[in-house]
Every structure is written in structure tokens, then in C-alpha cells.
């Protein structure tokens, strides 16, 4: 066998490139198939019956990158520690612009008023203390750790998203999973075909390619099994189904209009696309714009104004979804949470626990799950943030499990090495 | 003085273009087949040596904005959002626009020199700087300040020691309002005020993470903590460059007061001091713009140091002690930082991935940190190590990194000998892609890799990219209008679908490319360039996988 570019054994790319030749592919594909995927050709992919698994049911996953404060979300109104040390940016504890009062210890900010609908008819719970094991601060250790499943191992190559692809029973196809953004995310990467859609008003409309005669020369340059090849193919299909049905839905929703940007406008057509289309089984959105060093605000500023678009965003996906929100579990994450303490610029730094959003029919909400300390030094993690009480794995699992209806093993290879469930969030998803 | 190794004769110079250059542009590889590979490299390893074109120096020229300091931006730019903000929005909206207007010359002047400049392997090397001291030109002041730090911290420095890098991103303005260290103050310290209030460990955590150390180069908390205090003072000057003697006014930044009547004597004060930064002071202040040169004794470019909110206690910075003082202490500790051997290692690495192959050779990478270790971290040095190793030149290794949608674009404009008057279809198509130029947030910059890059609808954007230039529908002769959107120019035309590419073959030609792309191509791309109708075999040969990888 040909020696290749540096040590590793796997290639990246495994691109058709010169001097790589044939024999490059012929093993690539048997790893594949040694590996029990099967390659199949895009039009066998195009005739797949949408539908083939009766069940219906999806998971979405939304990232908050950069490390949103979950102490300013869900607000330990009722812990004396949480006003002292915060004394410019703490949310006040009722009243008018104060938290909305969840469950008497906790209350929400006052920006994600679009979400207490939600919580009050029992489909929104919130996970606090939770994260990853992991001690690093770095956001991109973090956030690479939440992806990939694996807190601690860096040479996981694929995220877990695509692991839950493959557990997923019936034939695969390259909308399966759905990702919003021009680039596939890392809890996404992985062998599975996964769909992209690009955001704003590119989404909709035709390109180029679209012209037979375009495409028809392009499938002779990209016919093989090479990355570029599968990319190629996979994007082909993934067009074809997702475009007539993008257009569609925007003579429908926006009467022709082009459609405008904005995390909104993007969550609301994918909402659409998740309810015409039960082929889709995960989907994927991130938003950036959480690491608030300085000038966090407290009911007012940087940090409120980042979370009332996302909170009404999100209240608009589940109406977007219809009946879909009943068999939808909508879960958001963030890398890491911030210090307990302000610092001396109106911000905080990086932390260790957050808190996680659930949301959805399956979810058995209207309740803060956590092992929760409080905030006294001497129960934070190294004396200056939240610790964490609960393995992010733990949520995430029983979405899979109970909702997905993913067996242990199943599990096991999504999160290999996870912890035994704590039970602090015991029953939070219904079967 | 290269060994290259036994990568074939034909395949070297399209080879050294692919990765030194952003490709080739016509008459590119037949140029440097004939003065010979080894002689290019000597050449763009000392750019200096490589004349502008006056064409090219004079479109730079015409950028006014890209040649004033970071001071001279804020008054003329942010001052009119603050004065009109006042009242008037319709005021305050105009003079947003005119500020607009410094962003869209730093991208005009970073993609005309990538795809005119003939020092090349410095363009290549500024995107890979400024990419690893990433700014985010979407966060407040930066939209005005990223281009002065690419001209003033990045570009002078990029085939430098990297110690004057670390040290002139570390003091730019720029940096210090993106990664927040000017507001960064010792606790209870005397010029404490408002919102300068206590530490902040955003920009001591990265610098160590991202710029220097790498996030397994053995820091800990505490020690991100102790280099947060080690920096606390290091701010913007209240007004930026002046006259020397006093802070000037009007930098607004509510910054520099309690400190000005310090400042002058700790300037002064010899010793202590980097020998770069000396060396800008020495070079006299507020004359002519040079680059790299200084704006004024506040420091160059408008950093400020703020003894009133500094503090001058010693700290433990990696277990070695670092006595209490003033700026020095932070300049041992970017010594420090500049000489570790995780740096090198860090900073090895990266730049064997990007040159060499997304999982790099490690023996590569121990010898470019040995070199980079024996002379004292000297970019140049190394990327000389570089482009001689065995591994640069492993057939192996040829054409096996995917390209980013920067690369792509720029490399296919100068493929086609594009005459590019508007470079917005160039940036737009890379934004579209999800790599806008000077827009990622993040303070790690992108990847370079095939996993970042390489997935299904990035394939139809690159396509459709490929087929609206190589069809001679992109609009980038034509001058830009000013009204249009950051955008504008994205959209591929509606009428590259509808074509039935039934004509005859039109600019750019499919025959001229090839020969530009050294005809080098696999039987598989030759075969479907062939069979297609002659105005799609630009597009073909654009979107050819050849062309997708570097």
C-alpha cells in the first residue's frame, strides 16, 4: 500500500488526488462497508419512501457558543449568595422587569417571556448545575467535547449526532439530519450523511446547478466514492428534496417575498421543513454572541438583548413545528457556564455548570431538575462557579433512550464512557 | 539549498504556487519552472526583494482609510456616531455608513494584494496571522480598527520574529478592545473607575490558549489569573496619537485619565522595554506612516498603559517568578510566552497544517520547533525549514489539503486572469460559504482543514461559484455600486441557470486555464472537460477536484 501524507492512517479528505489513485478508494469503501455502512447511489437515496420508520420522532439541538451565563437564565432568585455576589448584574428577584418566579427558588429572565406558555402548559424544564465533566475553561475544548460526546478524549473523530444517525433503525438518507449554516457543525461530522441548509436567503433560491445541463457535466467529475464524490452526491439528493420543499414553504409562508436573515427567520423555515417532512429526524442550529466578559447587563444590556431573540425564536419554531412539537425534544446547550462572581467590568469569565433548556411534547416540564448546592463558596466548583451535579450525557440520554427510543447499547456507542445516570433528572422525558 | 525530494519535475512548481502563493495565475508555472523552484522560494522568503507593481501600489494607495492610524479612525469615524447620537438617527445612520466605509477598504486592499501582489507568500502569510490573532471586525470598535491591525500588527511582522507578532497584537488597540484586556484593572487599584473595576481574564486566557502556548501547553487556571493581573493597565490611550506630550483628548473611550501625567516618565524611563518596542519609540513618532512604525510615545497606534490601574506586585507566571513593576513585567511575560517550548510546538504545528497536511508529520513539526527554538522564534527560519523538508515535498503530500472558500475564491480569480474592479462577488461568495473575511466572531479564526470545510452544500456553493465565473458572469469588472449591500454581487445571476450553453466558448478560455493549471489533470477530469459543451469546460475545469484541493 502506497505510503500516505504524514503518520496518521486516516485521510481527511481522501480526495482523488493524483499519486492516491484508485486503490485509495476500492479500501476506503471496504472500511466503509466493513464498517456496516452501505454506500448506496444518490437515486437510490432520492426513491427512498419517506416514512420507511413509522416513528415520527425528532430531536433538535440548539448550541449557544460562546458560553452563555445560565445564572442570568435560570435566576437562583431565592440564593442570597446570587445578589451578593453580583451587585450591577444580578436580575432582581420579582417585580417589575424582575425574573419570572419558576418554582419559588428559581425564576426565569424576564427576556424569555415568550417561553413561559411553555413552561406553564408543562413542555419546558430546565436542567441546572449540568454540563461536562471536563475542567477546561477553553471554549473550544469545551464546546469540541459536547460534540463529540467524549469530555476528556480529543481523538474522537465524530460527533455524537452522527453516531445517533446510525443507531437510528430503517434506511438512511442524506436528510436524515438537517444542520442550519454553510458549514457541518462537529456534533454533526461523522460518516453519516448529513444535510446542510445555508442561512438567509440563499436557502431558497435556485443556483446554477440546478441546470441540468450544469449538473449533468458535474456528476461525470464526481461519480466515484471519494469524499468529494459522496460530498458532491449527498448535496445533489439533499437539494433536490429539501429544495422544492424550501420553495414551497416560502411561496407559502412569505407570499414570494424574499426571505430576510436572521436566527428567527432561519429557525422558522427549518421548523417548516421539520413538519413537512418526517424524513428529518435531527436538526441542528447554533448562535453565537453568549461570551459576555464585559458589560453583561443585568434585566437590561448585552445579555438579555442576545436572549429575547432566541427565546422568541424558539417559542415560534415550536408553533412553526404544529403538531410535530408533540413528538419534537428541543434541547439547548452551551459549552460551559460563567463565574458565580461578577468581575470588575460588568461581566463574568469562564466557568464550569449551566443550565440546559428541554423543551417539547415529551418533555415532563414546568420543573427546575438539578442537584442544586446553592451558591456558598464552599460548594462551588474551585471556589468560584457552579459545579456540576449533572453529566450533560444524562439529559441528552434520556432523550435518546426514552423519546428516541434508543436501546443501551445504542446508547453506549453514542456516549461511550458516560456515567452512570445521577437521577437528578429522573422522568424528565415521557415515553 | 531545497531538497525536493522525488515529488516529479512537472508537478514541483504548481506544487510550490498551490501552497507559497494562492495558486497560480496565467504564466505563473511556466515562470517559475524557468528561473527554477528553489529561486521562487529564496524569493518570496524575502519579500522585500520582490518589486510591486505600480498599478497595484497605487490602487493600495488610494485607500484612504487603510492608511490612517487607529486614532485618526476613531475621530473621524466614531466621533460622528457619538456626537449624532445625541438626537438626530438619521445622523447617527449616515455617519454608521461612512464607517462602513474603512472595513470595505481593508477588504479591498487584502484582496487586491492576494490576487495581484507578488510577494505572495506574504499575503499568504498575513491571512495566516491575522487568521491565528483573529479580531472579529462584527465587535464595536473593531470595525474600524481591523484593517489598522492587519497594517500595523500583522503585515510588517509576518515573516518576523514572532515575539514582535505577539508584541504588536498585544498592543493594538484592536485586540485590546476584542478580547477586552482595556478594561482589565488590579482590584482596589488607585485609577479604578466606573466599569475598570477588577480583572478580566478573556484576553490572558487566549493569548496563552490560542496565540502562544496552545490549550495543552500547560497552563493552569491559576496562571491565567496571574497574567490577567500581570496585564491589568495595558488599555487604550484616552486620544490616541498626539503630540507626545499629553494623552490627546477625544478617543472617548472614558479611558487613560488617571494615568496621563505618569505616562510621560515611564516612556521615557530607558531599559525595561522590548527591544522592538524600543526600537518603534526610537523610530520618533507621528511622522510619516511606515509600517510597523509608531504613532506617538502613548506606544504605537494608541495603546496606553495605565500605571494607576496596573498592578505592580510579582507574580508566578508558569513557575517562574516575575518581579513586580510596570509595562515591563507584561513584556517578560510575553518573553516568556514567545520562548516556551510549547509554543514552538503550538505554532509548528499549525504552520506544517496548513503548508503540509491536515494531520501533520510530526517529525516535521519537532524539527520546525527545534528551529524555531535555535533562532529564537524567527518566522522566516522556519518556513525556510519548511520548504526544504522531505515532507513538503513528498509526492504524498501533493495536493491533498482541501482548500478553504478563501483559498478557492482568490485562487480561482487568478486562475482566469480575472481583471477585478468589484471584489464583493469574491467576498460575498466566501461569506455565503462561512468564512466571511474579517467576520468570524471567535477568537480561535478558521480552520484550514478538510473536516471544517468539505460537506455537501458547501460542494453546490463552489459549483455555482465555479460555473458563474468560469461562464464570465460574475460581476467583478464592473464597479461596485456604493448602495448596494455587503451581498450584492452573491446572488449568482439567475441567467447562469438559464443558460443552455449551446454557444461557442467565451472568456475565460477553458484552454488557456489548462495551461495555467499546468494540465494537470486526472484521465477522469480530462474525460468530462472534453465531453462537455465548450462553454461549460471553464466551470468544469473550475470545479474540478484538482481545483478544490491545494
Not at chain 1, 163 to 174: D, S
Request: with cysteine; charged share 20%.
Amino acid at each position: 500500500m502506497a505510503k500516505r501524507c504524514g503518520e496518521s492512517e486516516e485521510r481527511a479528505d481522501g480526495g482523488p488526488v493524483r499519486g492516491l489513485g484508485r486503490r485509495e478508494f476500492i479500501r476506503a469503501a471496504a472500511a466503509l462497508t466493513a464498517a456496516g455502512i452501505t454506500l448506496i447511489g444518490p437515486h437510490a437515496w432520492a426513491a427512498r419512501a419517506l416514512g420507511d420508520d413509522p416513528s415520527r420522532k425528532r430531536l433538535v439541538v440548539v448550541f449557544m457558543r460562546g458560553a452563555v451565563d445560565g445564572l442570568n437564565v435560570v435566576v437562583p432568585t431565592g440564593d442570597g449568595q446570587y445578589y451578593e455576589q453580583r451587585p450591577t448584574i444580578a436580575i432582581p428577584r420579582g417585580g417589575d422587569g424582575g425574573a419570572i418566579n419558576l418554582d419559588g427558588h428559581f425564576g426565569l429572565n424576564p427576556a424569555l417571556a415568550g417561553l413561559m406558555p411553555y413552561w406553564n402548559d408543562g413542555t419546558l424544564a430546565f436542567v441546572h448545575a449540568c454540563g461536562s465533566p471536563d475542567p477546561t475553561r477553553s471554549h473550544f475544548d469545551a464546546q469540541d467535547f459536547m460534540e463529540s460526546g467524549t469530555p476528556g478524549v480529543k481523538a474522537t473523530r465524530d460527533g455524537w449526532m452522527n453516531r445517533v444517525i446510525a443507531a437510528l433503525p430503517g434506511a438512511h438518507g442524506p436528510t436524515e439530519a438537517v444542520s442550519l449554516g454553510p458549514t457541518v457543525p462537529r456534533i454533526l461530522s461523522g460518516p453519516m450523511a448529513v444535510a446542510n441548509i445555508p442561512l438567509g436567503r440563499a436557502a431558497d433560491h435556485p443556483m446554477p446547478l440546478d441546470n441540468p445541463k450544469i449538473e449533468d457535466a458535474f456528476d461525470r467529475l464526481y461519480d466515484r466514492r471519494d469524499a468529494l464524490s459522496r460530498a458532491y452526491q449527498e448535496g445533489r439528493v439533499a437539494r433536490r428534496q429539501l429544495l422544492s420543499e424550501l420553495m414551497a414553504d416560502m411561496r407559502e409562508a412569505d407570499n414570494g417575498a424574499p426571505s430576510s436573515a436572521g436566527f428567527g427567520n432561519d429557525t422558522d423555515r427549518l421548523a417548516r421543513l421539520i413538519a413537512r417532512d418526517p424524513g428529518i429526524r435531527l436538526a441542528f442550529a447554533a448562535l453565537g454572541g453568549w461570551d459576555t466578559h464585559v458589560s453583561e447587563g443585568s434585566n437590561r444590556g448585552q445579555l438579555t438583548n442576545h436572549l429575547k431573540p432566541l427565546g422568541d425564536g424558539l417559542a415560534s419554531f415550536a408553533r412553526q413545528l404544529g403538531p410535530a412539537f408533540d413528538d419534537t425534544v428541543i434541547l439547548v446547550i452551551s459549552e460551559f457556564g460563567r463565574t458565580v462572581h461578577e468581575n470588575g467590568n460588568g461581566g463574568t469569565d469562564h466557568g464550569h455548570g449551566n443550565v440546559m433548556w428541554v423543551m417539547g411534547g415529551p418533555v415532563r416540564g414546568r420543573r427546575v431538575y438539578a442537584r442544586w448546592d446553592g451558591l456558598d463558596p464552599g460548594s462551588l466548583y474551585q471556589e468560584r462557579d457552579v459545579p456540576v451535579t449533572t453529566d450533560f450525557r444524562e439529559p441528552i440520554g434520556q432523550a435518546l433512550g426514552v423519546h428516541m427510543g434508543l436501546d443501551a447499547p445504542a446508547l453506549r456507542r453514542i456516549f461511550p464512557g458516560a456515567p452512570a445516570a445521577s437521577g437528578n433528572t429522573s422522568g424528565l422525558i415521557k415515553a | 539549498m531545497y531538497d525536493t525530494g522525488d515529488m516529479g519535475t512537472a508537478a514541483r512548481p504548481l506544487h510550490a504556487l498551490n501552497r507559497v502563493a494562492f495558486g497560480p495565475r496565467p504564466g505563473d508555472a511556466a515562470r517559475v519552472r524557468q528561473m527554477g523552484v528553489e529561486r521562487y522560494l529564496e524569493q518570496q522568503l524575502d519579500a522585500a526583494s520582490i518589486a510591486e507593481p505600480a498599478a497595484l501600489s497605487e490602487r493600495i494607495a488610494g485607500l484612504r482609510t487603510l492608511h490612517m492610524t487607529p486614532a485618526e479612525l476613531f475621530q473621524e469615524f466614531q466621533e460622528p456616531i457619538r456626537a449624532a447620537a445625541k438626537g438626530d438617527v438619521a445622523a447617527k445612520q449616515a455617519a454608521r455608513r461612512q464607517a462602513r466605509q474603512v472595513i470595505g477598504e481593508a477588504t479591498e486592499a487584502r484582496i487586491v494584494r492576494a490576487l495581484y501582489g507578488p510577494r505572495q507568500l506574504q499575503e499568504v502569510m498575513t491571512a495566516f496571522w491575522f487568521n491565528h490573532f483573529n479580531v472579529f471586525a462584527g465587535k464595536g470598535l473593531c470595525a474600524i480598527w481591523t484593517g489598522a491591525f492587519e497594517e500595523e500588527a500583522i503585515r510588517p511582522h509576518t515573516l518576523g520574529r514572532f515575539r514582535d507578532l505577539l508584541g504588536a497584537t498585544a498592543m493594538h488597540p484592536a485586540m485590546l478592545f476584542y478580547l477586552d484586556n482595556w478594561q482589565n484593572t488590579a482590584p482596589g487599584a488607585p485609577g479604578k473607575h466606573g466599569k475598570f473595576d477588577g480583572i478580566n481574564e478573556n484576553y490572558a486566557r487566549e493569548v496563552m490558549e490560542l496565540h502562544t502556548l496552545g490549550v495543552n501547553g500547560g497552563y493552569t487556571q491559576t496562571d491565567v489569573i496571574a497574567l490577567a493581573h500581570i496585564l491589568t493597565g495595558w488599555g487604550l490611550a484616552k486620544g490616541g496619537a498626539g503630540n507626545g506630550q499629553q494623552p490627546p483628548r477625544g478617543m472617548g473611550l472614558r479611558e487613560g485619565s488617571a494615568g496621563a501625567a505618569l505616562a510621560g516618565n515611564l516612556w521615557r524611563r530607558p531599559g525595561g522595554f522590548h527591544p522592538w518596542w524600543r526600537r518603534q519609540m526610537q523610530a520618533g513618532g507621528g511622522g510619516a506612516r511606515r509600517p510597523g512604525g509608531p504613532r506617538g510615545p502613548m506606544g504605537p497606534y494608541g495603546f496606553y498603559f495605565d500605571p494607576s490601574r496596573h498592578d505592580f506586585g510579582g507574580q508566578t507566571l508558569l513557575g517562574h517568578q516575575l518581579a513586580g513593576g510596570g509595562i515591563e513585567q507584561g513584556e517578560r511575560a510575553l518573553d516568556l510566552l514567545a520562548r516556551s517550548p510549547a509554543t514552538a510546538n503550538h505554532l509548528s504545528y499549525q504552520l506544517a497544517q496548513y503548508f503540509v497536511a491536515d494531520d501533520p508529520p510530526k517529525a516535521l513539526v519537532s524539527r520546525l520547533a527545534a528551529r524555531y527554538q535555535a533562532s529564537d522564534g524567527n518566522l522566516r527560519d522556519v518556513l525556510a525549514t519548511l520548504f526544504s523538508s522531505p515532507e513538503f515535498w513528498d509526492p504524498h503530500c501533493y495536493g491533498v489539503k482541501f482548500k478553504t472558500p478563501y483559498e478557492y475564491a482568490i485562487s480561482a480569480a487568478r486562475a482566469v486572469g480575472a481583471d477585478v474592479i468589484n471584489v464583493r462577488p469574491l467576498t460575498g461568495t466566501m461569506a455565503q460559504m462561512g468564512m466571511p473575511l474579517y467576520g468570524c466572531p471567535t477568537p480561535d479564526g478558521y480552520k484550514n482543514t478538510a473536516a471544517a470545510w468539505l460537506n455537501p452544500e458547501a460542494m453546490m456553493m463552489r459549483l455555482s461559484f465555479a460555473t458563474a465565473l468560469g461562464a464570465g458572469r460574475l460581476p467583478l469588472e464592473r464597479v461596485p455600486d456604493a448602495a448596494a449591500g455587503p451581498m450584492a454581487g452573491v446572488k449568482h445571476p439567475e441567467r447562469v441557470r438559464q443558460m443552455d450553453f449551446n454557444g461557442a466558448a467565451a472568456a475565460p478560455d477553458a484552454a488557456q486555464l489548462a495551461l495555467t493549471l499546468a494540465d494537470a489533470f486526472s484521465p477522469r477530469t480530462a474525460d468530462a472537460v472534453e465531453a462537455a459543451p465548450v462553454q461549460l469546460r471553464t466551470p468544469l475545469i473550475l470545479g474540478s477536484p484538482e481545483f478544490m484541493m491545494r
